[in-house]
């Protein structure tokens, strides 16, 4: 259990509003003078230098970053989820690709990016000028080094998740102090992922591997490791140019997608991180708060805790299961509902599936019930896993895992078959690494590794999906490939294929009871007999078989104008909505800073 997180990040919500004051007020970045501390009173020594980066840490969670806008609603549309309801003017407009700039989920994300950047830039400026950094005993001076290097690698998420997001956006490195010009316009996102791959490459070498170390949830050089090839993936992708006006990959490409080869590389060669054998494992243990002490999985997370909007977590109330009020798990789910055509992308046998999807409601009594084609819901972050808690509390104290080794297995294979223009034995290995943990019960599915880079490319598509599905990833990996618009469509055409197949899936369920959970009669389920036969009346009849209730399955599924399938991406255009627009009241205090991108 994380109880020491909880206590850590309490001291260090109290220092940072003493030691984060220290700028002149920016405006558009809401830095409210709140105490009379110094620099030199907060980094006057280690323990309150370890506070500040903690205050660094902080702005990871809560509502306006990895608590629910960053992993539950920027993320969607896509061919894996659908953000529940229709266009709004906040999370469905922006998953719809609707948003205009005045959203109402853009704005405090937006300046939450850059506090953090600004509590970094200060910790990257004092901890150097203290004392005990060059002439400290030297287990001082290796802790100051590591919480150097922590601030360079959480400014460099920061900046990293604002660029993603909204493309090329204001680069600050120095704190802000009085007299500063405020009004900054926008630097190239290519300048910006240089300098944070700078960055992390100097704080790596200061940070510890995950064994070296007893202290959680902070960065690891395992975890900054991952985290530069995650970056140096995207600044070698596809990325929307302001100059252009297109989605382009620029021609030195090759360098970055080696620059992520070599991070991958040496974390996979380091014996620091392995696969966790059971995938249901990785994610029911996080849902439980216990932390990957065994086998590294799970190399970075943002620590979640507080009970509160700011610095907690909605993951399992927003997400995971839909459970009604008055259930002994506490009310929780509904948000994100997995497209008909991933529910039935996955192998029957593979077990990622039951994990990422949760395909079953539970109601006020506890009793568990399938639920209908569009209403599943997502599945690894979910309340009735979560140790109960009494009521309707909203913030469960669940970590976003931002960072695994699955991640890190399938970056090495897609770098390397780029690079090579093949996939090599070591690339195929790392491919076949994840899929054997998916099929350990059935080795058989594994399947036959592709070898052309078309082929195994297509399959590292497929299978990040499979093996990353609602973990914030999947939008942002189409973008960087230039195939979110091409996903959608095709989202839309094989669930319209669904519709229109009535011989191979099935029209109704055909479910009951046995204590709480619940069992399909005998011979029914989500699939028709393979091979396909003709339907048989059980699977389509509208009288429900003695002591079973029916559930309209694929029934639920149309192509009528507000369902699913019509709504899914209903307005993303290309060239265009890869990014967001800048909230309106953002651009009123900087006059140098212009909405671009067709906005």
């Not at 880079?453 to 939008?475: D, H, M, P, Y």
């Amino acid at each position: 259990m994380k109880f020491n997180n909880i206590k850590r990040f309490a001291f260090g919500a109290m220092l940072a509003s003493a030691i984060f004051s220290l700028g002149a007020c920016k405006k558009y970045l809401e830095i409210k003078p709140e105490s009379a501390f110094s620099p030199e009173d907060i980094f006057s020594n280690v323990s309150s230098a370890n506070s500040a980066i903690m205050g660094v840490y902080q702005l990871l969670a809560g509502d306006d970053g990895y608590g629910q806008r960053q992993s539950l609603v920027f993320v969607n549309d896509t061919d894996e989820f659908s953000r529940s309801g229709d266009v709004d003017a906040g999370a469905r407009g922006l998953a719809r690709y609707s948003a205009d700039a005045g959203n109402s989920e853009l704005a405090a994300t937006f300046t939450r990016g850059f506090q953090g950047i600004e509590r970094a830039n200060l910790c990257i400026k004092y901890i150097p000028q203290m004392a005990a950094y060059n002439n400290g005993s030297v287990s001082d001076k290796k802790e100051l080094r590591r919480l150097y290097a922590e601030a360079l690698v959480l400014r460099a998420i920061y900046y990293f998740d604002l660029v993603k997001n909204w493309g090329d956006v204001p680069m600050q490195l120095e704190p802000s102090v009085s007299g500063m010009d405020f009004n900054l316009s926008k630097t190239n996102s290519d300048v910006i992922y240089d300098q944070i791959l700078g960055d992390i490459a100097v704080a790596e070498r200061m940070l510890p591997w995950r064994k070296e170390t007893t202290i959680d949830e902070r960065i690891t050089q395992g975890a900054a490791r991952g985290m530069r090839a995650r970056i140096a993936l995207f600044r070698g992708g596809y990325q929307l140019r302001r100059s252009s006006k297109v989605m382009e990959r620029l021609p030195d490409y090759l360098k970055y997608y080696t620059m992520a080869r070599d991070e991958c590389d040496t974390i996979m060669k380091s014996n620091q991180h392995a696969l966790n054998p059971s995938f249901y494992d990785v994610f029911k243990k996080a849902n439980e708060l216990t932390l990957d002490n065994v086998y590294g999985e799970r190399m970075l997370e943002v620590a979640q805790a507080g009970g509160n909007a700011n610095y907690d977590s909605k993951l399992g109330r927003a997400s995971g299961t839909r459970i009604a009020d008055g259930s002994r798990y506490g009310p929780g789910g509904g948000a994100l509902n997995p497209t008909a055509s991933y529910f039935y992308s996955f192998d029957v046998s593979d077990p990622r599936k039951e994990v990422t999807i949760a395909h079953y409601n539970i109601d006020a009594n506890n009793l568990k019930s399938p639920a209908r084609i569009t209403e599943m819901n997502d599945g690894k972050y979910r309340r009735d896993w979560r140790p109960i808690i009494a009521g309707a509390t909203q913030t469960l104290g669940i970590n976003w895992i931002m960072l695994r080794y699955s991640d890190i297995l399938l970056m090495y294979a897609e770098a390397v078959n780029e690079i090579n223009g093949s996939p090599d034995a070591s690339a195929i290995k790392a491919y076949e690494d994840v899929r054997r943990r998916a099929f350990s019960a059935n080795p058989g599915k594994v399947g036959v590794t592709p070898t052309s880079k078309t082929a195994f490319f297509n399959a590292i598509v497929q299978e990040r999906s499979w093996e990353l599905g609602g973990e914030g990833i999947r939008k942002y990996d189409l973008i960087r490939w230039n195939l979110l618009g091409a996903k959608l469509a095709q989202a839309k055409a094989e669930m319209t294929a669904i519709v229109n197949t009535p011989a191979k899936y099935a029209r109704y369920l055909y479910y009951r009871n046995v204590g709480e959970e619940f069992e399909f009669l005998p011979g029914t389920g989500y699939y028709l007999p393979d091979p396909a036969v003709a339907p048989a009346p059980l699977y389509n009849s509208t009288t429900n078989p003695t002591g079973y209730i029916r559930i309209d399955w694929r029934q639920n599924l149309t192509t009528t104008a507000g369902g699913a399938i019509e709504k899914l991406g209903r307005t993303f255009q290309s060239n265009h909505s890869e990014v967001l627009p800048i909230h309106r009241s953002i651009l009123d205090l900087n006059p140098n800073l212009k909405q671009d991108y067709g906005y």
